[in-house]
C-alpha cells in the first residue's frame, strides 16, 4: 500500500509533551488497531502533537471511518453538478451563467452543550463553507429537532439555539429563508442543528481549496487562533453523558460575528483579485484539516511553522496551535510573491493576514516550531488512510414491533374530530414557526421572494428572470419505523415542497445524524436509510453534492430518531410563475392532486393524541410522486394555479388549514370527501403524494387536463369561502367544522405560549 | 444626483440602499467609512447593518468613523442625510436626531412587515406620499425601541416632526399596532431644520411588487426629486 512508500523523518518529543501510553491514545479516541496502523504509517512512535492530529483526522467528522462505505452509495454526478462532494461546499449550474454553491452542516454536540454559541458557530461555519468557494452567500435554513417543549431544558436549548442562529446570520446579513423544526422526545437529550447555505456566483469566480504550487505561502487570514475548541472535531465524534454539559464547554468555540462579516468581504476580494490559488475554512480539526486536505487535493506536502501563527495569548503549544477551532479563521494558498497584496486587502477589512508556511513537493505534513521539527506524518495516509468500517447490521425487534402494531382510531374515531381539528394545530409540530423566524432576518438583501413560513423558501436572481429555492426535510420518525421508506420519503417531500413553489428540483445537500454506529441496530438504520436516499436521488436526478455526517447523537445510551436530514435546491426559471401556499380569492376552487389513503402509522395524530409513535410510516409510489411533480409544475406554468401546498404532517385536513390561515387574509374553505375510508386516516393521515392547488372556478377543466396528461388522479374538492363562513370538511358519514379565528390562534399561540410564558427559575434550570 | 452610501465595517443593507436610489434615478455611490470628503454629494445614507460589531451599543462606535467626522459637518450645513435601522442609532448616537434606540420591549431581534402611518407629505423625504397614508415596509431589529425625555418628545411633537408612527390597518397608533415599545409609536423623525431624518423600518426593502410591497419607492422618489428641484433652483446644499 502506498502508506508504506513514504516514511516520516525521526522527530524528537517536544519537551513537557506527555508520553504516548494505551491511556492517552485512548483518551484521543482512537483504538488500538487504529494505533497499530499509524504505528506502521509512521514506522515508529508518534509524538504527542502527531497523535492529537491523527485524532482529529481520523475522528468520524473528519475522517468518516463509519460512514464512508455507504456515502458510496450516493448518487452524485448529473451534466449541471460543477463540483461534488469532497469540497468545501457542492456547485451547480443554474443558468445564465450562474452557478449556486450549497451545503448543510450539523452543530449538534456543540449545541446540547452550550445552545447560543454551538448554534451560532454552526451559521458560521456553514457561511464560510459557501463563501470559500467563490459566492456570496444568498441564504441560509435551519433544521432542527428537539425534545417536547414541556421541560425547562428542552425550552432553554431550543430559545439559545434559535437567537444563536438568529444572532449570527443576522449581524452578517445573510437572509433566513426557512427550514423546519420537529419536537419529538425521541431528540431529548440531542437536539440536532443543521445549517444549509445557499451561496451565487459567476461560473468563472469558482475556487477550491487547493495547495498548488509548490513554494507558494501559506497564510493564516482572519482571527487569531486561541485555546478554544480543541478537539472540537474528537468531541462531536463520541456519545454525550449527563455531565457533559459543564465538562464540555471549553470545547465548544465561541463566534463572532462581525469578523465573520470582515471575513466574508475580504475573502470574496480576496478570491477577486487573483493573488491567491486556494481558500479553505479553518473548521473541524482546524488548522489540521485545512492544511492536510489542501495539501492532498493536489498530491503536495506542506510546511508549517506553529511559531508563526498569530495566536491570542502566549505559550501555546503546536498541539493547541493545529487543533484549536478558534472561528472566523481562513487558509489561504498564496501566489508567491503575492503575500503583501493579500495583506493589504485584509488590512482593509481591519483583519491579519500572516505567512505561516508553503506548500512543498514531499507530500508531507511537517510542522517546526522556531526551526524544531515536532511533527511530520505522510499526507495521504493522513487524510485518506483512516480506516473505514462496515459494521453488522440488524433491525432492533422493539422497533419492528412497534412498526407492525395495531393503531389506535385506524378504524373508528374515539374523539370529537372537530375539536381535534383545532387542537392538533397547538401541537408544537404543527404551530406556527413565526416565533422563531420573526427572530431571523428574512428580506436584508432584497431578494426574498418567499419567507420562512411556506413549503419553501425562494430568492430571486437579480438581473435574471430566475429565482433558487431551497428546502430542508425529515421527518425522523417515519425513518426510525423504517429507515429505508423514511428516507425515501425524505427526499420525494423535498422535491415535493420545491415543486409547490414552481421550482424544478435539482440536487441535494444531506446531513446524516445518527446514533452510535457501533450499535448494531443504529448501523442497520445509517445503511438502510442512506440505501433509501440513493434510491430516490436517482429517481428524482438530483445527486448529492456534499453533506456532513453527524454520529454518535446519544445521550446515555439512548439514541436519536435516525435523522438524515435533506437539504434540497430547486430553480424557478420565471419568477412569474413562483406560488405560494395560501388560497387568496373566496370562490376559488380547491383541487387535490394525488390519492388519499388509508394510513395512520408515524403520525402527529398518533404522537399528539395518543403519545405514539407507531405503525408503518405511509408508503411511497416513486413513479406516481413524479407524475405528482410533473403535473403541479406543467400546471403552475400554465399561470393559472393560484396557490399549492404539500400535504404533510397533521395529513389532508392540516394541510387545507393551513392553505385558509397561512397568507396575509385568512379564508375559510368547504370541503368534501367521497373516499370510502375511515374517517382518522383520511383526514389526519400522512398519505405521501399529495398535493393541494387552488385555481380560479372557470380553469378547474385546464388544470385537471394537465393532471390527466400526467395519467394523476386529480378531483376538485371544494371551494375557498369568505373566513366569516368557517372552514368544513364533509366525509360520507360525517362532517367536520372550524372557526377560522379558532384555529389561527391555536396555531398562533402554540410555540409563544410555551416559549414566552413565566417559568419558576427552579424549573428554568432542571 | 450623487447619494453617498456609507459602508461600515459591519454595514449589510448598503447594497440595498445603493439599488433603491438606482431603481429611482439616483446615482449612488458607495463610501467605505475611512474615506474622507464629501465633495459633490448631494446625500448622504447610512444603512442598516451592525457598523462595528455593535456589540457595545448599536452605533457606539460608528459615530467616531472617520466618515462620520465630515457627515456632521455636511448635516449641519444644510445637506440630506437619511439613516435607516442602523443608520437611525448612528445619527442617533452622533447628536444628529435627538433620543435614543434601546432594545425592543420584546428583548428579542424582530423580522416582520409593519404598518406605519406617514404623518408628512412636505418633507423632501416624503413629498411622494400623501399625509396620513398608511404603508407597509419590513422591519428586522433589535434595538429599535425609541426613547427620548418629556422635553424633547413634547418638541417632537409640537414641531411635527415625527414623520412616520407605527399604526394597525386603519391608521391607528395603539400598543397593539407598536411591534417594538417606541414612544407614542414613533418610527421614524427629523431634525429641527428638516434635512436629517432617521427610521427604524427597511423601505429599501419595500421596492418590488415581487418582494412584496412596493411602499418604499416614493421615499426614494421623494429624496431624487428634491434633489433634482434643488440643483434645478441652485439651492443645493451641503455642497
Known amino acids: 500500500m502506498s502508506e508504506q512508500t513514504l516514511r516520516p523523518g525521526e522527530v524528537e518529543p517536544r519537551e513537557g509533551d506527555p508520553e504516548i501510553t494505551a491511556e492517552v491514545v485512548a483518551d484521543h479516541g482512537l483504538s488500538p488497531d487504529e494505533y497499530e496502523r499509524i504505528e506502521r504509517i509512521m514506522g515508529r512512535t508518534p509524538t504527542f502533537t502527531e497523535l ?10 473528519c475522517g468518516y ?15 449541471w453538478v460543477i463540483q461534488g462532494p469532497g469540497e468545501n461546499a457542492g456547485v451547480i449550474d443554474i443558468g445564465d451563467g450562474f452557478a449556486l454553491a450549497f451545503k448543510i452542516e450539523s452543530h449538534n ?15 458560521g461555519g456553514i457561511l464560510r463553507d459557501i463563501f470559500t468557494m467563490g459566492a456570496r452567500p444568498i441564504a441560509v435554513l435551519d433544521s432542527l429537532r428537539f425534545g417536547d417543549l414541556d421541560t425547562g431544558r428542552v425550552r432553554y436549548l431550543f430559545g439559545g439555539v434559535v437567537k444563536g442562529i438568529g444572532d449570527y446570520g443576522n449581524c452578517v446579513g445573510i437572509p433566513n429563508i426557512g427550514g423546519e423544526v420537529h419536537f419529538d422526545r425521541g431528540y431529548e437529550g440531542n437536539p440536532l442543528v443543521n445549517a444549509m447555505c445557499l451561496g451565487l456566483m459567476k461560473h468563472e469566480d469558482l475556487i477550491t481549496g487547493v495547495a498548488e504550487g509548490v513554494g507558494n505561502p501559506l497564510m493564516a487570514v482572519g482571527a487569531r487562533t486561541g485555546r478554544d475548541g480543541i478537539h472540537g472535531a474528537t468531541f462531536a465524534s463520541e456519545e454525550l453523558s449527563e455531565t457533559d454539559d459543564v465538562e464540555s464547554r471549553p470545547m465548544v468555540q465561541v463566534g463572532d460575528p462581525f469578523t465573520e462579516k470582515l471575513l ?17 475554512d479553518m473548521g473541524a480539526a482546524g488548522l489540521t484539516s485545512s492544511a492536510t486536505e489542501m495539501a492532498s487535493r493536489s498530491g503536495n506536502g506542506v510546511e508549517i511553522d506553529a511559531a508563526l501563527v498569530p495566536v491570542r495569548e502566549e505559550g501555546m503549544t503546536p498541539y493547541e496551535i493545529l487543533l484549536s477551532e478558534s472561528q472566523e479563521r481562513m487558509l489561504v494558498v498564496a501566489k508567491v510573491g503575492h503575500e503583501s497584496d493579500v495583506q493589504a486587502i485584509l488590512e482593509k477589512w481591519e483583519l491579519e493576514a500572516e505567512v505561516i508556511g508553503r506548500v512543498t513537493d514531499d507530500g508531507l505534513f511537517r510542522v517546526t516550531e522556531n526551526g524544531t521539527t515536532v511533527c511530520e506524518i505522510p499526507g495521504m495516509p493522513l487524510v485518506d488512510g483512516c480506516p473505514t468500517y462496515q459494521r453488522e447490521g440488524v433491525e432492533s425487534p422493539e422497533i419492528a414491533a412497534l412498526r407492525d402494531m395495531e393503531l389506535p382510531e385506524a378504524t373508528e374515531p374515539a374523539r370529537d374530530l372537530s375539536e381535534a381539528w383545532v387542537d392538533l394545530f ?59 421508506q423514511g428516507a425515501v420519503i425524505a ?10 413553489t414552481g421550482a424544478l428540483p435539482t440536487a441535494i445537500t444531506n446531513n446524516l445524524n445518527f446514533g452510535s454506529p457501533l450499535k448494531p441496530h443504529i448501523y442497520y438504520q445509517m445503511r438502510e436509510a442512506v440505501t433509501g436516499m440513493a434510491e430516490a436521488c436517482s429517481f428524482f436526478e438530483t445527486p448529492v453534492t456534499g453533506g456532513n455526517v453527524s454520529l454518535f447523537n446519544e445521550t446515555d445510551g439512548v439514541a436519536i430518531y435516525p435523522t438524515p436530514t435533506v437539504g434540497m435546491v430547486g430553480v424557478v426559471e420565471d419568477v412569474e410563475h413562483i406560488t405560494r401556499m395560501a388560497f387568496t380569492t373566496p370562490g376559488d376552487a380547491i383541487l387535490l392532486f394525488g390519492d388519499n389513503t388509508n394510513e395512520l402509522g408515524g403520525s402527529e395524530y398518533l404522537y399528539h393524541f395518543h403519545d405514539l409513535v407507531a405503525g408503518p410510516p405511509p408508503s411511497v409510489d416513486l413513479f406516481m410522486e413524479r407524475s405528482l411533480q410533473q ?11 393560484k396557490s399549492a401546498h404539500d400535504c404533510a404532517e397533521g395529513g389532508l385536513a392540516i394541510a387545507l388549514a393551513e392553505c385558509a390561515v397561512g397568507g396575509e387574509e385568512a379564508v375559510g374553505f368547504e370541503v368534501e370527501l367521497k373516499d370510502s375510508l375511515p374517517a382518522v386516516p383520511l383526514l389526519f393521515g400522512e398519505a405521501q403524494g399529495r398535493i393541494v392547488l387552488s385555481c380560479a372556478a372557470e380553469d378547474v377543466d385546464d388544470i385537471l387536463s394537465v393532471a390527466r396528461e400526467y395519467s394523476l388522479p386529480a378531483r376538485r374538492i371544494g371551494t375557498v369561502r369568505e373566513a366569516s363562513e368557517g372552514l368544513s370538511i364533509r366525509l360520507r358519514d360525517q362532517e367536520i367544522g372550524a372557526d377560522v379565528e379558532a384555529i389561527r390562534v391555536a396555531r398562533r399561540d402554540a410555540l409563544p405560549r410555551r416559549m414566552d410564558a413565566p417559568v419558576a427559575t427552579s424549573e428554568a434550570a432542571d | 444626483m450623487r447619494v453617498a452610501v456609507v459602508t461600515f465595517p459591519g454595514s449589510n443593507c448598503d447594497y440595498d440602499l445603493y439599488q433603491a436610489v438606482k431603481q429611482v434615478g439616483g446615482n449612488p455611490e458607495f463610501r467605505w467609512h475611512r474615506e474622507r470628503g464629501l465633495d459633490g454629494i448631494d446625500a448622504v445614507m447610512l444603512s442598516g447593518g451592525f457598523s462595528y460589531g455593535d456589540y457595545l451599543r448599536a452605533g457606539a462606535i460608528a459615530r467616531f468613523s472617520p466618515i462620520m467626522e465630515d457627515v456632521v459637518p455636511f448635516a449641519e450645513a444644510g445637506g440630506l442625510v437619511v439613516g435607516i435601522c442602523n443608520g437611525f442609532q448612528v445619527l442617533c448616537e452622533a447628536g444628529l436626531l435627538p433620543g435614543a434606540l434601546i432594545r425592543n420591549e420584546s428583548l428579542r431581534f424582530q423580522s416582520e412587515d409593519c404598518l406605519m402611518r406617514v404623518e408628512r407629505a412636505d418633507t423632501p423625504f416624503t413629498s411622494d406620499y400623501a399625509e ?53 409609536g414613533i418610527a421614524g423623525i427629523v431634525n429641527e431644520s428638516g434635512n436629517v431624518m432617521g427610521m427604524m423600518p427597511h423601505p429599501e426593502r419595500a421596492m418590488e411588487a415581487l418582494l412584496g410591497s412596493t411602499d418604499g419607492v416614493p421615499l426614494f422618489a421623494s429624496l431624487v426629486a428634491s434633489l433634482s428641484a434643488g440643483a434645478a433652483a441652485g439651492t443645493g446644499v451641503g455642497r
Request: proline content about 6%; some cysteine; charged content about 20%.
Open chain 1, 52 to 61: 492529537g492530529v491523527f485524532s482529529a483526522m481520523w475522528s468520524e467528522h
Open chain 1, 65 to 79: 471511518k463509519n460512514s464512508k462505505p455507504l456515502l458510496r452509495l450516493l448518487p452524485t454526478e448529473a451534466p
Open chain 1, 109 to 123: 454536540h456543540p449545541s446540547a452543550v452550550e445552545p447560543y454559541q454551538g448554534a451560532a458557530t454552526g451559521v
Open chain 1, 264 to 280: 466574508l468581504e475580504a475573502s470574496l476580494e480576496l478570491i477577486q483579485s487573483g493573488h491567491i490559488v486556494g481558500i479553505q
Open chain 1, 426 to 484: 397547538d401541537s408544537p409540530n404543527l404551530g406556527s414557526r413565526r416565533w422563531i423566524y420573526n427572530q431571523y432576518d428574512t428580506t436584508v438583501r432584497t431578494n426574498t421572494v418567499i419567507p420562512p413560513g411556506s413549503d419553501a423558501g425562494v430568492v430571486r436572481i437579480r438581473g435574471t428572470s430566475r429565482a433558487v429555492a431551497a428546502t430542508t426535510d425529515c421527518n425522523g420518525r417515519y425513518v426510525y419505523l423504517s429507515p429505508k
Open chain 1, 491 to 500: 427526499v420525494a417531500e423535498a422535491a415535493r415542497n420545491l415543486v409547490c
Open chain 1, 631 to 641: 403535473a403541479t409544475l406543467a400546471a403552475i406554468r400554465t399561470g393559472k394555479v
Open chain 2, 132 to 184: 396620513g397614508q398608511v404603508i407597509r415596509v419590513p422591519l428586522a431589529h433589535a434595538e429599535g425601541n425609541y426613547r427620548a425625555d418629556d422635553e424633547t418628545l413634547a418638541q417632537l411633537e409640537a414641531g411635527n416632526r415625527v414623520l412616520f408612527r407605527y399604526v394597525d390597518a386603519h391608521g391607528n397608533a395603539s400598543d397593539e399596532a407598536n411591534p417594538n415599545g417606541s414612544t407614542a
